[in-house]
């Protein structure tokens, strides 16, 4: 895999199974059974042979060992033990420390899990400040956390917007909002990167600033992991939340994480204990008192599936082999950069600026930002002129001609070359199909 690492032109790694042409319904190809170009691993990572593998392995250690496999299993990865690989993989994915994240559940849920831990909203402190335009799942745990604790979300939720005229938030516009009402604030949470728009927020910047006025800053990283890199726990983070399904390639629904800075382990306890939680050396002893595992994994509830668990240590050990998050950033910013040279090289490409001035002609600007480390891999495309059919048009001819991106209501699609099984034929590929879209309306 190293000696491939420098070559844009062939996979990182050849783990991957990327579908045809002909099994995605590309009805305007030729050539069927040719991969299909894939850039959509921002809303599904594509299946390893590796996770392949390990699901097949652990569906015959169902087989063959039934209950007996939660003890003795044939491939030294008993049921009771299935996370301890996939704990430190994730942790160094984060950049946090082992006892600070668990393998868990699902990300709204493990959101509420951690909301109700921190937010405790006070009659002067009891805002929640976020994005506007948040992904959906997450405004709807904020307004019924609010609603839990008596308050309206009307005035409990503080989101902040961009400019008018602009696509995306400043930095200082995010602090400065943080510094005025930083004394109402109880929670600052905003998506690492937001999933609309593509763009990376500042996290370490957030973090400090919220702290500094009394806030607990959290984040949601559906769209941060396996994408950029992280310091979790340098940067102070108080919790974060995510799934793996993304990036991560961990598989449809797939299960998610959490982490809990160590500098709360003796202070915030699971409020709802569950079995998984308790410690392992007693814990099939039934006891009737809770003990819980020091640290986030504490948190834990219920066991997990074996087969979801062995699908993201499957991609996990394809990350570790590929030497982390260091040279895939690199990999990344080579990729996403060539996508968004070869878009803006169009006849119909529109800069962000000069949109207002666009009127009625077709085309598309970029509306994420053009700052390498104000993003991750994900460029999200706005159609022109917005309100229209144009969005539709182009996702529909890109997806008969084999090029999978994904359509985010309204007029964005978003493309996402991944560096672990994108290439630069991919970059390219996208950008031609694109153009021929335009030309054939």
Request: negative net charge; aromatic residues 10%.
């Amino acid at each position: 895999m190293s000696a491939q690492s420098d070559n844009l032109d062939i996979p990182l790694s050849d783990d991957f199974i990327v579908p045809t042409n002909s099994d995605i319904g590309a009805t305007l190809r030729t050539d069927g059974e040719s991969s299909c170009t894939y850039l959509c691993g921002n809303s599904l990572g594509l299946l390893s042979k590796t996770a392949s593998a390990q699901v097949e392995e652990e569906l015959r250690a169902w087989g063959t060992c039934a209950v007996t496999g939660h003890f003795a299993h044939p491939h030294n990865r008993p049921w009771t033990k299935c996370l301890d690989e996939v704990h430190p993989l994730l942790a160094e994915l984060v950049g946090a420390n082992e006892k600070e994240v668990a393998c868990m559940g699902t990300l709204t849920n493990n959101l509420h899990l951690m909301m109700d831990s921190f937010y405790k909203p006070t009659p002067d402190r009891y805002k929640i400040l976020c994005e506007a335009r948040a992904f959906p799942s997450d405004q709807y745990a904020f307004a019924s956390q609010a609603l839990a604790h008596g308050l309206d979300p009307a005035t409990a939720i503080l989101e902040v917007s961009p400019r008018d005229g602009e696509y995306t938030l400043r930095e200082e516009d995010i602090l400065a909002t943080i510094e005025k009402e930083g004394s109402s604030i109880a929670l600052v949470i905003f998506s690492g990167i937001q999933y609309y728009t593509g763009q990376w927020f500042p996290m370490q910047s957030i973090t400090q600033k919220a702290q500094e006025k009394g806030c607990i800053c959290g984040w949601d990283l559906a769209h941060a992991i396996g994408n950029v890199p992280m310091s979790l726990h340098a940067w102070n983070v108080d919790f974060a939340v995510w799934c793996t399904y993304k990036y991560v390639n961990s598989g449809p629904g797939g299960i998610a994480g959490l982490f809990i800075h160590e500098k709360w382990h003796e202070i915030e306890h699971p409020k709802y204990a569950g079995w998984w939680g308790h410690e392992l050396s007693t814990r099939f002893d039934m006891p009737p008192k809770f003990s819980a595992i020091k640290g986030a994994q504490g948190f834990q509830q219920s066991n997990p599936s074996a087969l979801i668990v062995a699908a993201l240590r499957g991609s996990l050990q394809i990350f570790k082999k590929a030497g982390m998050m260091g040279p895939l950033r690199e990999r990344s910013l080579q990729l996403t950069n060539a996508l968004d040279t070869l878009l803006r090289q169009s006849p119909y490409f529109v800069p962000p600026h000069e949109v207002s001035k666009n009127g009625t002609k077709r085309g598309f600007t970029i509306i994420t930002p053009t700052e390498p480390s104000e993003r991750g891999a994900q460029l999200s495309l706005l159609f022109l002129p917005t309100g229209s059919d144009v969005m539709r048009i182009v996702f529909d001819y890109l997806s008969k001609n084999g090029v999978i991106g994904d359509e985010r209501e309204p007029d964005v699609i978003r493309l996402a070359p991944t560096p672990l099984y994108n290439t630069m034929k991919d970059c390219k590929q996208a950008a031609a199909i694109l153009e021929k879209s335009f030309e054939s309306m």
